[in-house]
C-alpha cells in the first residue's frame, strides 16, 4: 500500500472520523468503499449494454400501452365489490 497525502476540509474530516467510528471500518476502508462505489458509478457504460442485442425485459410483461395515463380507469375496470377481479392466465 502506498502513503499519500490529501488536503481535505474540516467538514469531509469530521464526517470521515464519524462514519469510522459509526461502522467500526478504519478511514482507510471507507474512503476505498467510496472510491470504489464512485467509479462504478462514473464509469462508461459496459460494451454489451450498448450493443444493439434485444433487451430480454423488453416486451416481457402484457398489458395496456397506456398504463400511465389510464391507471386509474384499470383498475376501477378489475376492482369488484368482492375485490380484485383474476384474469386467466395466457399461453
Given amino acids: 500500500m502506498q502513503e499519500a497525502t ?5 467538514t469531509a474530516i469530521s464526517t470521515l472520523q464519524h462514519l ?7 478511514p482507510d476502508q471507507i474512503l476505498s468503499d467510496a472510491i ?15 450493443s444493439t442485442e434485444p ?3 423488453i416486451g416481457l410483461f ?9 391507471s386509474e380507469e384499470i ?3 378489475d376492482l369488484t365489490p368482492q375485490g380484485w377481479t383474476w384474469k386467466p392466465k395466457s399461453r
Fill in 6 to 10: 490529501f488536503r481535505l476540509s474540516e
Fill in 20 to 26: 469510522a467510528e459509526a461502522t467500526g471500518q478504519s
Fill in 36 to 50: 470504489s462505489l464512485y467509479s462504478e458509478a462514473h464509469s462508461l457504460m459496459p460494451q454489451s449494454a450498448s
Fill in 55 to 57: 433487451d430480454p425485459l
Fill in 62 to 70: 402484457i398489458g395496456s400501452p397506456d398504463l400511465a395515463t389510464q
Fill in 75 to 77: 383498475l376501477q375496470h
